[in-house]
């Protein structure tokens, strides 16, 4: 499995950035999906989630409230990609960001709160204000 990312970039606060991520090695259908972000000095956040079809979460798009009404996950299982769009950045929103796929069936809340199996590398997000 190989999940890589691509689309961090530096952006003034209010900005707005789209992040990509191609998996191999997978098929998307079968697999829970999700953003994560790290800052140093903080500990890991899951930021968004597409869980499988069969999950509890019925493959609805899930947002940790911080970034509610401001990002949106959406995937492609024909293309094997997941995006993140970010609009409004914040200061707040600085952090390595990697994408992360698992193939149980849980629903996002435990997926972000526990993590996923595996994970890219990350893109780096920097936002200033």
């Known amino acids: 499995v190989q999940l890589v990312e691509s689309g961090g970039d530096s952006v003034q606060a209010g900005g707005s950035l789209r992040l990509s991520c191609a998996a191999s090695g997978i098929t998307f259908d079968y697999y829970g999906i999700g953003w994560f972000r790290q800052a140093p000095g903080k500990e890991r956040e899951g930021v968004a989630c597409i869980s499988r079809l069969d999950s509890s979460s019925d493959g609805l798009p899930y947002y940790t409230d911080s970034v509610k009404g401001r990002f949106t996950i959406s995937k492609d299982s024909a293309r094997n990609t997941v995006d993140l769009q970010m609009n409004n950045l914040k200061p707040d929103d600085t952090a390595l960001y990697y994408c992360?796929?698992?193939?149980?069936?849980?629903?996002?809340?435990?997926?972000?709160?526990?993590?996923?199996?595996?994970r890219g590398k990350g893109t780096q997000v920097t936002v200033s204000s």
């Open positions: 992360a796929a698992d193939r149980s069936p849980f629903h996002c809340s435990a997926l972000l709160t526990y993590g996923m199996h595996y």
